[in-house]
């Protein structure tokens, strides 16, 4: 059953808008995390190096690939609990020389990928409650 404050509302293009939050928010954390590594490492340093250095901060994103893809609710949910150790990332980054602006957009873009992955996972499970009840009824109706 839906609350007040959900009654009357498109929870099918809220969760919609909320995903989009979600993939626009979730890349562009992966873009700062590699523009730190190409920004950290030395002039000079072979390429595997930079690779290595970027890929190891983005694998605990990667995990969530195929969550995210099925739009499953609960991957969201635990995404919302790991962007909070990319903020504190991005947030002492912050206050290093040279790596302000890649802290900042980190932190902003952590902040909006835990909320928009909170809001996603609430809608998309009441969405797919309420269509549980839809398919419930539908049958009760063709059986009796």
């Excluded at 790991?82 to 290093?96: E, I, K």
């Excluded at 902040?111 to 309420?130: D, H, P, T, V």
Aim: glycine share 10%; aromatic share 10%.
């Amino acid at each position: 059953m839906m609350n007040r404050l959900e009654a009357g509302k498109d929870i099918t293009g809220m969760a919609n808008k909320g995903r989009f939050w979600v993939l626009i928010s979730y890349l562009s954390i992966i873009g700062f995390l590699i523009l730190n590594s190409v920004q950290s490492t030395k002039e000079g340093a072979p390429l595997y190096v930079i690779g290595l250095l970027a890929l190891l901060p983005i694998l605990p994103l990667l995990l969530f690939v195929p969550g995210l893809w099925l739009r499953n609710p609960r991957s969201h949910a635990w995404l919302c609990f790991v962007s909070l150790l990319y903020f504190m990332h991005g947030v002492d980054q912050a206050f290093l020389p040279g790596s302000q602006v890649v802290g900042l957009g980190l932190s902003i873009s952590s902040i909006i990928l835990f909320m928009s992955a909170m809001m996603f996972s609430r809608w998309e499970s009441l969405r797919i409650k309420a269509s549980g009840q839809t398919n419930e009824k539908a049958e009760d109706q063709a059986n009796g």
